[in-house]
């Protein structure tokens, strides 16, 4: 059947409507407000398409999914699976993204993971998991004619007089270590302090590099990891600086251990990725003492503290005198037993007697920590609300600065940007960014599936008029327009055929330079053998 054909529609304020509208077209229906065009869209066509659909399934299904009243109309012929793209909000989860709702910020993850180059979080050095083999060949290449000394790396910045250490390494054959950048011969080594921290390498060999010495540098690279457990340091004689390799997925330099990289290291849903101070979601709920103490000019007599002076108690403000006298006896206790003066104006207090008061000193918690466990501890919706509505701010976590990663997830870089700088980019900067990535030939190898997927996305929501949107924004924050094309760019790059889609004013907001992009995206959308109802 090629249209769907309604007979007897008279839902809300249709009166006996019967029509037929062809499928495998875009469809739009216009009229007065008030005049039925909502209610047969999506009280009528929509909801009997899905209704029907949802039949379709096993019982078991069906006790999962929010059933559709059948509407009131005589007989619907020809409907297919119906999906409806309405103006609404599409999370209010602070956790959800529009990188996160379009799958965009997944294959970004996996991107990262499989082509990212990890940086140490405190000296900012490449981190690479070396093998002897890798280690040599690179050695080889750098080096080739000039002289190298290799050594390794015993101890780096602890201290200790190593006399152990020293007579070990000369019965085990080793003759020379460099201890804090000087060369000393295990014949003679140097009397340490003991409460001093050093630095310690183990003299393996010297040669010049060339290919047929292969052989001996591959020995002298073997034997450097095994002795210091995966590190090798080499140097040009005369010059101060040289090379450090680990065998570990860890900062040479520094010796920080760098996780092996996945996907779930650079999401903030997962304890893996997410910042363990702000679990994630980079800002942080916290009590205000500017809203705690609203007027700086009274005394704390006068009611200064707003928290105490005025208690939050129950619903019905219930015991609201009591609790404030108890808080005030709390108060004069603390005052005397630390010389606070409770009638002189909050702003001339000393900063310490304030902290005492706001954060408590001894037996006395203070106003600030009894609200932040009365938050925490109290099975009361309304005291939690209250405290929450009155006293509580959100600021940026200072750990992540409002990123949400763990700072090993933020120093592994693609193109020159970390997954949360990628993230933050609006939509149109990073389409530029994602069609052509600064990648060795090897990592465009393993990518090269994953960029094929995010930028078919970011060109789709490009083509709805969302190029100036980034993909970190919160989905609550999002307008009604907003929302409706994103669900429309998410529907366009999964690809479905034979579906009937009712989409409701999907251009309202948008800037008339766009309208025309929205058009060519729904008729695209049709000609993969969808039928569109717009309203």
Not at 218 to 233: C, D, F, I, Y
Not at 289 to 305: E, F, I, M, Y
Not at 428 to 437: F, T
Not at 514 to 529: E, P, V
């Amino acid at each position: 059947m090629d249209k769907i054909i309604i007979s007897g529609a008279r839902s809300h304020n249709l009166k006996n409507l019967s029509l037929e509208i062809p499928k495998n077209k875009l469809v739009v229906i216009t009229g007065l407000s008030g005049s039925g065009k909502s209610t047969l869209a999506f009280d009528t066509v929509y909801a009997e398409g899905q209704r029907r659909y949802v039949e379709s399934l096993s019982a078991y299904a069906r006790q999962f999914l929010e059933q559709m009243d059948k509407p009131d109309v005589d007989s619907i012929e020809g409907l297919s699976p119906a999906i409806a793209i309405q103006q609404h909000h599409l999370s209010k989860n602070p956790r959800s993204t529009v990188g996160t709702v379009t799958e965009i910020y997944d294959y970004l993850r996996l991107l990262f993971a499989k082509a990212g180059r990890p940086f140490c979080p405190a000296c900012k050095k490449p981190i690479k998991a070396w093998s002897a083999q890798g280690i040599t060949s690179e050695l080889q290449a750098k080096y080739s004619g000039r002289k190298l000394r290799v050594f390794s790396p015993l101890v780096r910045g602890h201290s200790g007089t190593y006399e152990e250490l020293f007579a070990r390494f000369k019965k085990a054959g080793f003759t020379k270590a460099r201890v804090d950048g000087k060369v000393y011969s295990l014949e003679t080594p140097p009397a340490l302090k003991r409460y001093v921290k050093h630095d310690i390498d183990l003299f393996v060999d010297e040669f010049t590099v060339s290919k047929e010495d292969r052989e001996r540098l591959s020995e002298a690279v073997t034997l450097a990891l095994e002795q210091s457990k995966g590190l090798l340091s080499v140097e040009e004689p005369g010059k101060p600086a040289g090379d450090l390799y680990s065998e570990k997925n860890a900062c040479p330099s520094c010796g920080l251990s760098f996780p092996e990289l996945e996907p779930r290291l650079f999401s903030f849903n997962s304890p893996h990725g997410a910042c363990p101070e702000c679990d994630g979601l980079g800002i942080k709920i916290e009590i205000d003492p500017d809203l705690v103490v609203p007027d700086k000019a009274k005394s704390v007599n006068a009611g200064a503290l707003e928290a105490w002076a005025n208690p939050v108690t129950t619903r019905t403000h219930r015991w609201k005198g009591s609790w404030s006298g108890y808080y005030a006896d709390i108060l004069k206790t603390a005052a005397e037993a630390n010389g606070i003066n409770l009638d002189k104006p909050w702003k001339d207090l000393p900063k310490a007697h304030r902290d005492m008061l706001l954060h408590g000193v001894g037996e006395f918690e203070g106003v600030v920590t009894n609200l932040k466990r009365r938050h925490t501890e109290s099975e009361s919706d309304f005291v939690k609300e209250e405290i929450y509505t009155k006293f509580m701010q959100e600021t940026i976590c200072p750990a992540c600065r409002g990123l949400r990663l763990k700072p090993e997830a933020l120093n592994v870089i693609v193109d020159g940007r970390n997954i949360a700088q990628m993230s933050a980019l609006p939509i149109a900067a990073a389409r530029q960014a994602m069609a052509s990535p600064d990648l060795s030939d090897t990592e465009k190898a393993i990518a090269r599936l994953i960029l094929k997927e995010i930028n078919s996305r970011l060109n789709f929501l490009n083509d709805v008029g969302l190029g100036y949107i980034s993909m970190d924004r919160r989905s609550e924050t999002l307008s009604g327009g907003e929302a409706q094309r994103i669900q429309l760019a998410t529907q366009i790059g999964s690809g479905l055929t034979g579906v009937l889609y009712v989409l409701d004013e999907p251009t309202i907001g948008l800037h008339q330079r766009d309208n025309a992009k929205l058009i060519n995206t729904l008729k695209s959308l049709r000609d993969i053998g969808n039928t569109l109802l717009v309203v």
